[in-house]
């Protein structure tokens, strides 16, 4: 995937987290106490987030996670959801 600022070769990879968790986006107007105690797509998601990957059914663990490309040139993440 070529950058979509400068136009050079993106690195593929992927975001990871501490102990498997899966990875979220949240708005900068919300906290994390706002999401609640345990954390759960739908907690996520009632906030206006955005859960990047696929999450199992018992508990707040990554299944799977998104494709992401990044720019040394530009420091640009891209990330597929």
């Known amino acids: 995937m070529n950058c979509p ?3 050079k070769e993106m690195e ?3 975001i990871q987290a501490p102990d498997s968790h899966a990875n979220y986006w949240l708005p900068d ?3 994390n106490r ?3 105690m345990f954390l759960s797509r739908k907690s ?3 906030c206006g987030g955005v859960v990047l990957g696929e999450v199992r059914k018992v508990g707040f663990l990554s299944s ?3 494709a992401s490309y990044y ?3 530009c420091r640009i993440l891209l990330t597929t959801l």
């Open 64 to 66: 799977k996670r998104p």
């Open 44 to 46: 996520v998601e009632k």
């Open 5 to 7: 600022y400068c136009t």
């Open 29 to 31: 107007s919300v906290t």
């Open 12 to 14: 593929p990879g992927t």
């Open 71 to 73: 720019c040394k040139n």
């Open 34 to 36: 706002e999401i609640g």
